[in-house]
């Protein structure tokens, strides 16, 4: 089965700076990679996809890349706000298919002020 | 006018009791989902339905039964508790099967078991 690794687990960095979770994975059918964000005491929400026919995909000031050779993908998010400050999880899965997500195991991002 | 909710949010109680945790989604998905999520954090799925009908059943203990009465409605029962059990546990819903759907998550039930 699939098996996604993620780093770093925590990650602290100053308000403005950038930050960069990286995550691997080891099937090479998966196609579809979300990353989902999870603020204290609440569910994880959906922040941004990518699907493997593309290599980079942005939206504002988040962004994600993929690089299927490596088998390996990037949550790049820039000028930072304490809002951000979550736990953040990358996931893989083949898209079209009802075999579920397989999440990494977290990364803890602290903005600090 | 909550799209996933849970309840209770906490639930504390003694090795050996009998527990339910429910769950209602008003975003009119055909797929839920639960999900454990230990003290490391560490997100795991447990079950997933489709329709009502049982797709995934992950290597959980049977003292865990879900339950869908319906497609808005999925209820996880847990039996025989133990301290292992305890945990935060997400209810989820997407629109369907597909894995490339998003999945809407609940707030959580941490359960504490003592």
């Known amino acids: 089965g699939e098996n996604v690794e993620q780093h770093p687990s925590t990650l602290s960095v100053q308000e403005g700076d950038s930050a960069v979770i990286k995550c691997t994975y080891s099937?090479?059918?998966?196609?579809?990679f979300p990353w989902y964000k999870q603020e204290l005491g609440k569910g994880p929400q959906l922040i941004i996809d990518?699907?493997?026919?593309?290599g980079e995909k942005k939206d504002q000031r988040i962004a994600v890349t993929l690089n299927k050779t490596a088998k390996h993908f990037s949550l790049h998010i820039t000028e930072t706000q304490p809002e951000d400050s979550a736990v953040y999880f990358c996931?893989?899965?083949?898209?079209?298919?009802?075999?579920?997500?397989?999440f990494g195991s977290g990364t803890q991002l602290t903005v600090l002020p | 006018d909550t799209a996933v909710s849970q309840t209770p949010k906490y639930l504390v109680t003694q090795m050996g009791n009998d527990k339910s945790i429910k769950c209602e989604q008003n975003?009119?998905?055909?797929?839920m989902y639960w999900y454990k999520q230990d003290s490391k954090k560490f997100l795991k799925i447990m079950f997933s339905?489709?329709?009502?009908?049982?797709?995934i059943n992950e290597t959980v203990p049977n003292r865990f039964s879900p339950k869908s009465p319906d497609k808005a409605h999925l209820n996880l029962h847990i039996n025989s508790l133990e301290l292992g059990d305890s945990a935060v546990y997400f209810c989820?819903?997407?629109?369907?099967?597909?894995?490339?759907?998003?999945?809407?998550f609940g707030p959580g039930t941490r359960l504490t078991v003592t």
């Open positions: 989820a819903s997407s629109p369907g099967l597909d894995t490339s759907y998003e999945q809407y």
């Open positions: 975003l009119g998905h055909d797929t």
């Open positions: 339905y489709n329709n009502k009908e049982l797709i």
């Open positions: 990518i699907r493997s026919n593309v």
């Open positions: 099937d090479s059918a998966s196609n579809y």
């Open positions: 996931a893989a899965a083949i898209s079209g298919s009802a075999r579920q997500l397989t």
